[in-house]
């Protein structure tokens, strides 16, 4: 009886639980042979990758995005109009249609993907038999090429300021007196890469944008964010290395995905009229 129980349980599970990117992966074969299209050794890498790419990415973000609260009160303070204008509980906050109204946390999650994107090296490719022509420049066959997310978010060719934290930059106003031109905003769209581009492009990048969406707006609702700027814990210093001292730009170290540290935050609870 109890193993009968067993296997009934289990057949309702593999029913009705929702698929996952693995569910497919097990299960995709190769037309032309019969056996499974990836070998154990390719789905445990592949495993590693989505499970770092769903996991130390978000938290990235967020560690980031804290950082950046603690330094720009104004920010925190526009946030803060827009979320409890916005919603009226705590409760309320979902992945709803009101969450996409919400167009400076969306600008402000943009600002800090963009100064810290968590993923911040290249993701090199490597040049195919024909070879390729970039720029007028002619690449070779085996030649791994890529851009680093980091220096293309830093470039002043679509970043005016970079090093100043800005979420404004994503906002289009016509005026220009509290955001920025339609052809600046399209401008920095276009070098934006946080998440990949193009058919490599993260696959979850929906997921994660709710994800960050439904966290920071949760805790601006019911939180007041501050922090101890006396000790910066994450910020740059002139006692870090060249490239590394702008004190208001949170680090980053490249290990594919980033380690950090910090930052150091204190949370009150808000009260709201």
Not at 25 to 49: F, H, K
Not at 81 to 110: H, M, Q, V, W
Not at 213 to 235: H, S
Request: with cysteine; net charge negative; charged share 25%.
């Amino acid at each position: 009886m109890e193993a009968e129980k067993t296997l009934k349980d289990a057949s309702s599970f593999e029913t009705s639980v929702q698929k996952d990117f693995f569910h497919y992966l097990l299960r995709i074969e190769d037309p032309g042979i019969s056996t499974a299209v990836y070998s154990n050794e390719e789905l445990l890498g592949e495993s590693e990758t989505l499970i770092i790419a769903g996991s130390d990415s978000t938290a990235i973000a967020l560690s980031a995005a804290m950082f950046y609260l603690i330094h720009n009160p104004d920010v925190q303070a526009t946030l803060v109009e827009e979320i409890c204008s916005t919603f009226t509980s705590y409760e309320d906050i979902s992945g709803e249609a009101k969450l996409r109204r919400c167009k400076y946390l969306r600008a402000f999650i943009n600002e800090v993907l963009r100064m810290n994107p968590p993923v911040p090296a290249d993701l090199s490719r490597e040049v195919l038999e024909t070879g390729m022509v970039v720029d007028d420049y002619f690449i070779p066959a085996g030649t791994h090429v890529g851009t680093a997310a980091y220096c293309l978010h830093y470039n002043k060719t679509y970043f005016k300021e970079p090093f100043s934290f800005c979420p404004e930059r994503w906002i289009v106003d016509r005026a220009a007196e509290t955001g920025s031109s339609e052809e600046a905003v399209a401008l920095a769209e276009s070098a934006f890469s946080a998440f990949s581009t193009g058919p490599r492009g993260c696959v979850g990048k929906n997921l994660a944008y709710l994800e960050l969406f439904v966290i920071i707006a949760k805790v601006i609702y019911r939180f007041e964010v501050k922090g101890d700027l006396t000790r910066n814990v994450g910020g740059g210093s002139l006692a870090l290395t060249e490239g590394r001292h702008v004190s208001t730009q949170y680090q980053l170290h490249d290990v594919f995905v980033a380690i950090r540290e910090g930052p150091m935050v204190q949370f009150k609870k808000r009260v709201h009229n």
